[in-house]
Every structure is written in C-alpha cells, then in structure tokens.
C-alpha cells in the first residue's frame, strides 16, 4: 500500500526554524513528484512545489518560493519542507502528496495519495 | 499563475437532488497535443487530507462512486453529483496542473438542505 506518513505538529515561536518532513512507503520514492500543499486555517488549499527525489528537481509556487525549502533525502525516503524563520502567518496545516500513479505526464499531475497533514502553529 | 475560480462558494442542496459545482480557469488548461484538459476535482471532509474524485476533467477515479462525474474543456469546467447523499457533505476544489505551478480553485462547501 502506497503512504505518505508526515511528521507531528510543532507549536513555534515567531523567528524559529522549522523542517517537517513526510515519508514515503510501498512505492519506489526516487520514481514520483512530491509536493506540498498549504491549508490556513478555515481555508483553502494552495500549491506550494514539487519535488523530484531522483534527480532534486524542484519547482515552486511563485508564492512560496523563496519563503520556503522543499528538499528529499530518498536514502531514507522522506521529502522535507523547512523554513529559517517562521512568521505567525506560516500558521496552517501542510499536506504532502505524490503525484498519481495513473499519471504518465512527467511534472503534470493531480495528487494520489495524500499524508495526514501536519499542523503548525507560529505564536509569541 | 493561472487562476481557478469556482462558483459558487456555498451550496446547499437537499438529498437525492443534483449538485453542481463551477470551475473557471483564467487560460485554457487543455493540452492540444494530447487533446487533455489537465484538470482534477478534490473532495475534502472535516479533519481529513482531500481526495481525488476526477482527474484529465472527466476520468472518475477508481473506487469514486459513479454519482460524481466531470465535465467542460479549455477554460470551464463541471463537477456533478447525482442524487446527493448524506457523506457527500464536504469541500470540493478544482486543481490545474498544466502550467508548472499549478493552482486550486478557493473551495465550495457542500451542504444538505
């Protein structure tokens, strides 16, 4: 069975660090996109970027690009997303998902699966 | 970015009735070398991550019921559901993923009168 399992939630203050991170299992991981996707609360969803494990191709939303890092490590099969200094509005629960396996359309396509989110809270 | 503008954001519809949902994109999404339109629709319940319920705008995902179907080309699109049950309660987002930074529509919430 195909799982994305993501790390738990962070409380953090204004100006931390953060990575979280979302491991892959009972799929090859070098082989598919994984992205992250954005939900503030009461909101909705916003695409952030994709990440290619096998080679470390990323691409960003012009949105968050710069204001955050997409990363792999497939010795271990986990995708990361980090900031260096979080803001109260990074407030949000974040998604992983994987590109679809009935997809054959490269950087193209809709997510199948998805992880259980991981909630993180930024306040003082 | 290509924007996804859904409408309309709330619905109430009683059980057993059609639902539709809108899905408008800024510029087409439909790929004219494979003649696909690279457009799926989600669905999110409370507390849970969102599922994929349509993708290529009218493929139904393997095990969704045969109620939800999609439809539309270029830059408008449809998801219906026939005959709403009770579980169909939820949020339904249209995604683009033909430009390289795809983008979701806001959401429509889903409810029963």
């Known amino acids: 069975e195909v799982q994305l399992v993501q790390s738990g939630a962070e409380v953090k203050k204004p100006g931390e660090s953060l990575k979280i991170s979302c491991k892959g299992s009972g799929y090859s991981f070098t082989n598919y996109w994984i992205g992250w996707v954005r939900q503030m609360p009461g909101k909705g969803l916003e695409w952030m970027g994709v990440?290619?494990?096998?080679?470390?191709?990323?691409r960003y939303s012009p949105s968050f690009k710069g204001q955050v890092t997409i990363s792999a490590d497939k010795s271990i099969s986990t995708a990361y997303l980090q900031w260096s200094s979080l803001k109260a509005s990074d407030t949000a629960m974040y998604f992983c998902?994987?590109?679809?396996?009935?997809?054959?359309?490269?950087?193209?396509?809709?997510?199948?699966?998805w992880g259980q989110g991981t909630l993180v809270t930024v306040s003082s | 970015d290509i924007v996804m503008t859904q409408s309309p954001d709330s619905l109430a519809v009683s059980l057993g009735d059609r639902a539709t949902i809108n899905c408008k994109s800024s510029?087409?999404?439909?790929?004219?070398?494979?003649?696909?339109?690279?457009l799926a629709w989600y669905q999110q319940k409370p507390g849970q991550p969102p599922k994929v319920l349509i993708y290529?705008?009218?493929t139904r995902e393997s095990g969704v019921p045969d109620r939800f179907s999609g439809s539309g080309s270029g830059t408008d699109f449809t998801l219906t559901i026939t005959s709403l049950q009770a579980e169909d309660v939820a949020l339904y987002y249209c995604q683009q993923y033909y430009s390289p930074a795809n983008t979701f529509g806001q959401g429509t919430r889903l409810e029963i009168k």
């Open positions: 990440i290619y494990p096998g080679t470390s191709d990323t």
């Open positions: 510029q087409s999404v439909l790929y004219s070398s494979s003649n696909k339109n690279y």
């Open positions: 290529w705008a009218s």
């Open positions: 998902a994987r590109h679809s396996g009935s997809c054959s359309s490269g950087v193209s396509c809709w997510f199948d699966p």
